[in-house]
């Protein structure tokens, strides 16, 4: 089974920046994509980026741009840094990773973007 752990998320001025990052650890079988979703209150859940097991990047057309997922092999690390911040931006942002038919997902971290 797999554990997700994010972290990075915090306060931040319109404009600005954070990195976000997600942790895995146990045992990690049939990855076929890595992703990070956010959700706001009163939305639902929504994609934000994924990155696949081949290497393949997709984006929101609302970060395309200003957001970068990448991920640390050795670290076992999935990362969004995410610049030019905007307060449509704040939301609980989570990790997924895709295992086959199924998927782990992380506790999230809150980002919270105002001036």
């Known amino acids: 089974q797999v554990q997700l752990v994010e972290s990075g998320g915090g306060l931040v001025q319109p404009g600005g920046s954070l990195t976000l990052s997600c942790a895995a650890s146990g045992r990690i079988v049939s990855l076929t994509a890595m992703a990070w979703y956010r959700q706001s209150p009163g939305k639902v859940r929504a994609l934000v980026a994924q990155l696949t097991s081949g290497g393949v990047v997709w984006y929101a057309s609302s970060v395309k741009g200003r957001f970068t997922i990448s991920r640390d092999n050795l670290k076992k690390t999935l990362y969004l840094q995410m610049n030019r911040l905007e307060p449509d931006d704040t939301a609980v942002y989570y990790c997924?990773?895709?295992?086959?038919?199924?998927?782990?997902w992380g506790q999230g971290t809150q980002v919270t973007v105002t001036s």
């Open positions: 997924k990773y895709e295992l086959g038919a199924t998927g782990s």
